[in-house]
């Protein structure tokens, strides 16, 4: 079985400019959950999708922005980025069934997007 | 509020001798903690997991960890470290609305 992965695995972008990110996850997975590392701010999670719905959000601003398709892929989109927004974000999905909870499954992560604002 | 503190941010180690990662968390209810693993330029993987079953908990690559609910401590432990071993590893709690928060992490190193 295919792991999770994201597209594409670097980017460089200029301050201002929006950026999408890509995650399929493992076939059959129906949560997928985004996360921002950084080496100031380490592992923070900016939300999670379960059937097209975002069931959860974190505490980033309202620049930050994503979606789930019908297939469960999910994309992520960052617009008028800033500097700060340097950083690997990271996709994980989840199987589960309608109304568990992800952190009590196993979240499969990808090797991540390394993300460079200049 | 749930939250992890990993008490090392660095560990160092011999080839062949014991490690220990620790890490306490908060929770104001009954958490579930995890483990994690991240070597460079790679995704995260699971090392184990406590969901309220067992208290010690096995994991993979000889991994182990025992949830204490007296020390609130979640320590990571293996009793041989591998060169490949090498590597940051996260403690982690899940909240009671289904995030994942991740503790800052301690990078393993294992000299020869």
């Known amino acids: 079985k295919a792991g999770v992965t994201q597209t594409p695995r670097y980017l460089i972008k200029t301050r201002g400019q929006q950026v999408t990110l890509s995650c399929s996850p493992i076939?059959?997975?129906?949560?997928v959950s985004w996360y921002q590392q950084t080496p100031g701010q380490g592992l923070q999670f900016l939300f999670e999708?379960?059937?097209?719905?975002?069931?959860n959000k974190g505490n980033f601003p309202g620049r930050f922005s994503g979606r789930q398709f019908s297939n469960s892929r999910s994309e992520m989109n960052v617009s008028t980025l800033e500097l700060g927004d340097s950083a690997l974000y990271l996709c994980?999905?989840?199987?589960?069934?309608?109304?568990?909870?992800?952190?009590?499954?196993?979240?499969?992560f990808g090797p991540g997007t390394r993300l460079t604002v200049l | 509020a749930q939250s992890v503190t990993q008490l090392d941010s660095h560990v160092s180690v011999s080839e062949g001798t014991p490690v220990l990662l620790r890490c306490n968390y908060s929770?104001?209810?009954?958490?579930?903690l995890f483990w994690y693993v991240q070597h460079p330029n790679k995704g995260l993987q699971l090392l184990l997991k406590?969901?309220?079953?067992?208290?010690l908990v096995k994991g993979i690559n000889g991994f182990e960890a025992e949830f204490k609910k007296s020390e609130t401590s979640f320590h990571l432990t293996k009793p041989s470290a591998h060169m490949s071993d090498a590597a940051e590893y996260f403690c982690?709690?899940?909240?009671?609305?289904?995030?994942?928060?991740f503790g800052t992490g301690t990078r393993l190193q294992v000299f020869p």
């Open positions: 994980a999905s989840s199987f589960l069934s309608a109304g568990a909870f992800s952190s009590y499954n196993e979240q499969f």
């Open positions: 076939s059959g997975h129906r949560s």
């Open positions: 999708y379960f059937s097209e719905t975002q069931r």
């Open positions: 929770s104001s209810y009954s958490p579930s």
């Open positions: 406590y969901t309220s079953a067992a208290t």
């Open positions: 982690v709690v899940s909240t009671n609305t289904d995030k994942l928060i």
